[in-house]
């Protein structure tokens, strides 16, 4: 799946979610995600989150990438509380393994009982945590760029894998957190991972229009989602995509 452009200026994509609420075998979601690529869909999503028991979104797609050979593969991830360096090298390794055609939708976590899993901060305001998932985005396609794209040297006389001097620090500094980087993963196939966000609700569009490349939108009539994408597309303007 390859990049699309700035949300809201781009064209329609047809996707369809794979979520199957209670399955533990991959064998059910390849064959979802092969009746969409069949079906000349862009892209498949599988929703993720703290609060939903289940398997990890991110690791069934990466089953999913083999069994698959064209349609882009999007699962959720949560910002809140996962380290931004872990998110960037778990999302490159997906589109490594598909051939490019990896995404990733940004979501959050809001309640404190998810907040207690992890047992490292209190619930934060959801403006909040919306701006933190937008600075992991941001630091995300900046550890993506801190290889060079032809780092990797493969030399297997002279035993160097990787060029020292094409790798960056991208010593990011941010309201929640700060990286240094460089990534421990290889530029990814596409350069930057598709990055999605729901842009539903309306908390949702200011990320929306600064980091997405995609923008979902769920409106029971075709007025609504035309008001939402109105609205996305005066933010975006706003900001200057």
Known sequence: ??????????????????????AHDAASFVELARLAEHG????????????????????????VAPATGRVGL???????????????AAVATLDWVSHGRAGWTVDVSTTEAEA?????RRAAPRDALW???????????????SWEDDAEIRDVATGRFVDRD???????EGAAFSVRGPSIVPRPPQGHPVVVVDATAEHTRDVAV??????????????????????LRARATAVGR
Not at 40 to 63: E, H, I, K
């Open 210 to 231: 600064r980091y997405a490349d995609v923008a979902l939108v769920r409106a029971a009539s075709p007025a609504l989602a035309g008001a939402a994408r109105a609205d």
């Open 40 to 63: 000349a869909l862009d892209f498949v999503t599988l929703g993720d989150g703290f609060a939903r028991p289940g398997l990890d979104a991110l690791a069934v797609l990466s089953r």
């Open 74 to 88: 999007v699962p959720t991830v949560t910002t809140t509380h996962t380290e931004p360096f872990h998110v960037q």
């Open 166 to 172: 094409k790798l960056h620090h991208v010593d990011f």
């Open 131 to 145: 701006r933190e998932a937008g600075e992991v985005a941001d630091v995300a396609r900046r550890l993506w760029d």
């Open 116 to 120: 207690r899993l992890f047992g490292r």
């Open 1 to 22: 799946m390859s990049a699309r452009p700035p949300a809201c200026r781009g064209p329609l994509h047809l996707a369809a979610a794979v979520d199957l609420p209670g």
